[in-house]
């Protein structure tokens, strides 16, 4: 099916890199582009129907005129946009977008500098990720281009992994991810032996596409180890997923999202 790349566009000082982002990757792999910006209009709380409508109508207007001028400012005059701004919540907007016939990704910026991380990525984002049952890039600020050649996916022991979305996934990248490294964490002699059988038919399962391997972290200084190898550059994307929980519910997912993405520069993509 045709790719679709969907950017939440909330017109904060990181959307313009966010929108480079997700152009550059449309370009690269293939997909057009959808911005998105939710809106709240200004109605008075004796508004009647007509007039709450007429209120809705201009906001939602105002906020389109804002979309294509960003988009001009910071695209080519030729790229293939579609604008949606709307009163619904963003996750009915998501589904309704992902009922019509194409691969969607959904893009949107991570803000947060300094001890001002540990909120992780803001609560919307989490809001959206929890609630949309979609594959989410979030996006560091100033990442303005699509380099990833190797991705680093995290594997819980608590479920499966799922890998039809991380087949969607590397499709969506155009064949640019050569490299893919699983890696998980354990405190326990039995989840050694099970984490890594599992790790390994992981990579039995990717050495036909890509290169593949697995590392799997144990031990006092395990979160020092995982540090030490993923390196928060915008050559790598790192994969979580979402799972049956909050993104934020594990501390081994806090971590990833504090540590390496909002300290450093690499893409997180979680997946549903």
């Not at 480079?20 to 200004?42: E, P, Q, R």
């Not at 504090?258 to 893409?267: F, I, K, S």
């Amino acid at each position: 099916m045709e790719k679709r790349l969907i950017v939440l566009i909330d017109f904060s000082a990181y959307s313009g890199d966010l929108l480079k982002y997700a152009y550059d990757w449309s370009k690269k792999a293939g997909g057009n582009l959808i911005l998105v910006h939710h809106t709240t209009a200004v109605v008075p709380a004796m508004a009647d129907d007509p007039t709450r409508e007429t209120l809705t109508r201009a906001t939602n207007d105002d906020a389109l005129g804002k979309l294509r001028k960003l988009a001009e400012e910071v695209l080519p005059a030729d790229a293939n946009i579609r604008y949606i701004a709307s009163e619904q919540p963003v996750e009915s907007i998501i589904s309704g977008l992902q009922a019509e016939p194409f691969d969607n990704l959904v893009f949107m910026g991570v803000k947060g500098t300094g001890r001002l991380k540990q909120i992780f990525v803001g609560s919307f984002v989490i809001e959206v990720i929890d609630r949309a049952n979609s594959i989410v890039v979030a996006m560091p600020r100033n990442v303005t281009a699509f380099v990833s050649k190797k991705m680093y996916v995290a594997v819980s022991n608590a479920f499966q992994l799922n890998t039809e979305a991380l087949d969607a996934l590397l499709a969506f990248t155009g064949g640019r991810i050569t490299e893919l490294s699983f890696f998980s964490l354990t405190d326990s002699k039995f989840d050694l032996m099970q984490m890594e059988s599992f790790l390994s038919r992981l990579v039995d399962e990717y050495s036909d596409r890509v290169r593949a391997d697995y590392n799997l972290y144990a031990g006092e200084k395990v979160y020092d180890n995982i540090r030490d190898i993923i390196n928060s550059r915008t050559d790598e994307l790192l994969v979580v997923q979402r799972g049956s929980q909050s993104l934020t519910y594990q501390p081994f997912r806090k971590f990833i999202i504090n540590e390496l993405v909002c300290a450093g520069e690499t893409p997180l993509v979680v997946l549903p």
